[in-house]
């Protein structure tokens, strides 16, 4: 969405949107809401034996779970390829539901400027379960990066993966 700049030709303003951008997913899970939350704010390491397929380890480096600043590499699969992401917590939100990473350094890093994902998990309005809303800001390192979505149905992949194992925990 290209908002009319302030003090800035239109061409500067439509090569910095063009890198720029912005990507969600959203799922229904029957899990609820806090236990989905509190998976990813706090026990990350366990997502590994929820999608194994997917993300075959997650580990502390600095801080520790669920606290702003904590430092979490992923080891995960994309696109059939090993990858690895190292992430720092910049926001835990336990009443919305919500936590936010930047990611530092990894494979994404290779092309992108900047990568922030937003995990947030609301209740269901009416009945059971929830919706995971999974949501990437970011910034290419230029015009010839493609847009990240081959990461959003890895992203579905993993929610499913995650609420099948946190009813299986039931």
């Known amino acids: 969405k290209l908002k009319q700049p302030v003090n800035k030709n239109m061409a500067q303003a439509k090569r910095e949107s063009s890198l720029c951008g912005?990507?969600?997913v959203e799922v229904e899970?029957?899990?609820?809401?806090?236990?989905?939350y509190h998976m990813y704010a706090g026990r990350p390491h366990h997502v590994a034996k929820a999608t194994p397929r997917n993300v075959q380890a997650c580990d502390l480096h600095d801080g520790e779970w669920g606290t702003v600043g904590s430092i979490i590499?992923?080891?995960?699969?994309?696109?059939?390829?090993?990858?690895?992401?190292?992430e720092r917590?910049?926001?835990?939100?336990?009443e919305k539901k919500l936590v936010k990473f930047r990611v530092l350094e990894g494979d994404i890093m290779e092309e992108f400027q900047s990568f922030l994902i937003t995990i947030q998990v609301t209740p269901k309005q009416g009945g059971n379960g929830s919706i995971v809303k999974w949501h990437?800001?970011?910034e290419k390192i230029d015009e010839s990066v493609s847009h990240p979505e081959t990461l959003?149905?890895?992203?579905?992949?993993?929610?499913k993966d995650i609420d099948e194992h946190l009813l299986a925990e039931e």
Do not use: T
């Open 22 to 24: 912005e990507l969600e």
């Open 29 to 36: 899970i029957k899990a609820p809401a806090a236990k989905f």
């Open 73 to 86: 590499f992923w080891n995960y699969v994309h696109d059939g390829q090993a990858k690895v992401a190292k």
């Open 89 to 94: 917590i910049e926001v835990v939100e336990p």
């Open 136 to 138: 990437f800001e970011y």
């Open 152 to 159: 959003l149905p890895f992203f579905a992949e993993m929610i």
